[in-house]
């Protein structure tokens, strides 16, 4: 089954995903194709539940390019200590036309899993940091709308809706 972009306000985003148990070659094959999805959308981070997959698993690609180089897959990621602090504007692939400010932090320590299982640590800074946050959000079903001053919230508040309306609009999938 091929994996698909899952918009907003399918329930499976606000989900809290699962572990990844086993690392093996389904897990890879599908990480192919979350990579393929990321750069036919033209974004430079991509969690799990976005393509249908409730697993603790996101990829990046600060670069927007799309060579194997700048990609990272972090599985099972955790946040070991933060610092300082951005603002700046983010969107979510799922919530397309929507923009807004989110407060992060600048720095980050995340330590995951790679695709060999192996343990890796990382210190990110400035997009890089933001990426992560914004898909270990993703991992615990929030959204970087939850995150934005009421005052944004209500300037996005329309394409929100439409997005609802299109989305009770769709036929239940099989
Ligand atoms: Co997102």
């Not at 060579?67 to 983010?90: D, H, K, M, T």
């Not at 919230?153 to 299109?166: D, G, M, S, T, Y």
Request: glycine share 8%; proline share 5%.
């Amino acid at each position: 089954m091929a994996l698909k972009l899952i918009l907003y306000p399918d329930p499976i985003l606000k989900r809290r995903a699962a572990p990844v148990a086993t690392i093996d070659d389904e897990v890879r094959g599908r990480v192919r194709e979350m990579f393929e999805i990321l750069y036919r959308e033209k974004g430079v981070g991509l969690a799990a539940p976005q393509v249908g997959w409730s697993v603790r698993l996101f990829i990046a690609n600060p670069t927007g390019e799309p060579y194997a180089e700048g990609e990272r897959v972090y599985i099972n990621p955790r946040i070991l200590a933060a610092e300082g602090e951005i603002r700046e504007e983010e969107g979510c692939l799922s919530i397309p036309e929507v923009r807004g400010i989110v407060g992060r932090s600048r720095k980050v320590v995340v330590s995951a899993q790679d695709l060999g299982g192996v343990a890796f640590k990382e210190e990110a800074e400035d997009l890089k940091s933001r990426v992560i946050q914004h898909e270990l959000d993703h991992l615990d079903g929030i959204l970087f709308i939850s995150r934005l001053s009421s005052l944004d919230r209500l300037r996005v508040n329309k394409e929100l809706k439409q997005l609802e309306r299109r989305y009770s609009a769709k036929p239940a999938s099989v």
